[in-house]
């Protein structure tokens, strides 16, 4: 057996990680949408010939722990060969929800398989129970079909996935309140996109043709394609440089090294079982709270999580597929790791994951799902941070704001005539930690987005941003302070048709260990004089003068003071 060198794996680790970053920035510069280039609501990974995670950008959590189910389920259906690129987004084919556009892509060296291609013409688990999955039945033991049929199977994929601010549905910006998928926008099973390094144009029509914002979907896409294809060279100059053999191997000696971390690090924190419960507003149809239930088991360098007792998929739109559960334990529990673990598949071998079929952490289609990726995400990571604090209660920090205060909306440009969509999650306040304050206005756990500038706003949409600050008081008293939200009042110049997805506005962020919970966040339209306060979940149409504001929830304190007599 030939011996892992240390430095070589380091080396290794981070020209994955460089390439994934590098896809990012790719993207992120050749974007056309706000929501892209300013935001960067997008993310790229690496995954090795047998469709397993290899190394992430630092992007969206969200995005990245869901990718490679993605990247699965374009491998299941569909053989790809050199040049080829897959796109999908159906939350149930291992997607998230219908905005998130993925992008997969074979990489082979210069041996056998390859054949240069030119640039673009233009711009469920097959195995074991659905209430019990873990990498193993997410990634096949051996190659999959397609790739078995080449005589040399891909060394590598590349996959992104990017939020586009509108890919059709009721509402602009197809983020809207449903009751079911088909109102959310385009459905996009495994498709091609691109053959031999050719756009399909029938397949880019059938898309751009169910949009409101064809040029701009078209410029955000071809982004991700160009940043698959420079992550393919970057690629296949370090299979030239270092050789498939020698790469192979660091490949497979960092699953097997990641999983190793992720062990140790499990059998550190005390053996038994960790449970917890917390809370959506409601699903933006029936009032009723949401239940989310976790148990978490932890023996022997092993854990199991498991939601049973979660409740069922909602008639709204906050249901959540497996996806997205998967994407935020692995998120939550790689935080126990330190910053320069590598972000592999191996990390997730020692944990399974149990989500009831049916539920809102584990939905069946036809249920709509927009906001499943955003809201319920945030409040699955609330609810394993609350079982783990039982455990390592000096290490995990109080509730940060649990919501992306997701805005859209949409109408005519009357600078242009022509239809224009906006999206955006606002920030809120982050938890207070066990030994410092939370931050104040900032994106946390499952997004790792920006607020657009207010410039770039104003200068790409026909708004006014009226005020855009930090919300004084929102964060939760303690020995540390929970973080401040944000307000955003935005001022709308032409009649639009809006929504907002946001949660946190009954229940606000928890505190721990003594400490206060932040203050819910809350909405407001006014129009024509009159201020009306909106649901969490709502959809709304303004006339040109009306304003909107957004206050977000403050993070939750940590550790009592002198002053707090008991937890609020």
């Known amino acids: 057996m030939k011996r892992v060198d240390a430095a070589e794996l380091e080396i290794f680790k981070n020209l994955f990680h460089s390439t994934a970053e590098e896809m990012g920035a790719a993207l992120r510069r050749s974007a056309f949408s706000p929501n892209i280039k300013e935001r960067r609501d997008y ?27 993605s990247v699965a389920a374009a491998l299941r259906a569909l053989e790809l060969g050199p040049g080829d690129i897959a796109m999908l987004n159906d939350p149930y084919a291992g997607g998230t929800h219908l905005p998130d556009i993925t992008l997969v892509m074979p990489v082979w060296g210069r041996g056998e398989g390859v054949s240069p291609h030119p640039r673009p013409l233009s711009s ?22 397609n790739s078995m049929k080449k005589k040399v199977p891909p060394d590598f994929y590349v996959a992104n996935r990017a939020h586009h601010a509108d890919v059709g549905g009721a509402q602009p910006a197809s983020m809207g309140i449903s009751q ?13 996109l691109a053959r031999a390094g050719k756009i399909q144009p029938d397949v880019l029509a059938l898309l751009l043709s169910n949009v409101r914002t064809p040029r701009e979907r078209e410029g955000d896409l071809m982004a991700q394609v160009a940043a698959c294809r420079l992550g393919e060279r970057r690629l296949q100059e370090l299979l030239r440089k270092y050789g498939a053999s020698q790469t192979r191997f660091y490949l497979n000696a960092l699953q097997s090294y990641s999983a190793r971390l992720m062990q140790e690090a499990l059998a550190k924190i005390p053996a038994g079982v960790y449970t917890a419960e917390d809370f959506l507003d409601d699903d933006g ?30 008639t709204g739109c906050v249901n959540a597929v497996f996806a997205i559960t998967y994407s935020a334990v692995f998120y939550v529990f790689r935080c126990l ?58 290490r995990i920090p109080a509730a940060s704001s649990g919501t992306m205060n997701n ?9 242009t005539g022509e239809p224009f969509a906006y999206y955006e999650t606002i920030a809120g306040g982050m938890g207070a930690r066990p030994a410092s304050d939370g931050l104040s206005g900032t994106h946390t756990h499952m997004t790792n987005s920006l607020n657009t500038p207010v410039e770039a706003f104003e200068s790409a949409y026909p708004v006014r ?103 609020r």
């Open 124 to 145: 469920r688990s097959e195995k074991g129970s659905p209430f019990e999955r873990n990498t193993s039945s997410i990634f096949p033991a051996g190659a999959s079909a």
């Open 337 to 394: 790791l330190g910053e320069s673990v590598p972000a592999c598949a191996g990390l997730m071998q020692p944990i399974t994951v149990r989500a009831p079929e049916g539920s809102v952490v584990n939905a069946h289609a036809p249920a709509a799902v927009a906001a499943g990726n955003v809201e319920t995400s945030q409040r699955i990571v609330d609810v394993l941070l609350r079982a783990l604090a039982k455990a390592l209660p000096e």
């Open 465 to 567: 941003v009226r005020r855009y600050s930090l919300r004084r008081g929102s964060g939760g008293a303690g020995k540390f302070h929970g973080g401040e939200g944000i307000v955003r009042e935005i001022e709308f110049l032409t009649p639009v048709r809006g929504s907002i997805l946001s949660d946190r506005r009954k229940f606000g962020p928890y505190g721990l260990s003594g400490g206060n919970a932040g203050r819910p966040g809350g909405n407001r339209l006014t129009s024509q004089g009159r201020t009306r306060m909106l649901p969490g979940k709502a959809s709304f149409a303004a006339s040109p003068g009306s304003v909107l504001k957004i206050e977000s929830p403050g993070g939750g304190g940590w550790g009592r003071t002198s002053q707090l007599g008991s937890d």
């Open 180 to 192: 079911e998928i088909y109102q959310e926008g385009f459905r996009i099973p495994p498709v091609a």
């Open 285 to 314: 149809v029936i009032a009723a709270p949401v239940r989310l239930r976790v148990r978490i088991h932890i023996r022997g360098g092993n854990a199991t999580v498991d939601f049973s007792g979660t409740s069922p998929q909602c």
């Open 407 to 415: 805005l859209s909306f949409g109408g005519i440009d009357p600078r």
């Open 43 to 69: 993310s790229c990974a690496v995954f090795d010939g047998l469709g397993r995670v290899v190394a992430m950008g630092d992007h969206m959590p969200v995005h990245l722990g869901s990718m490679p189910m």
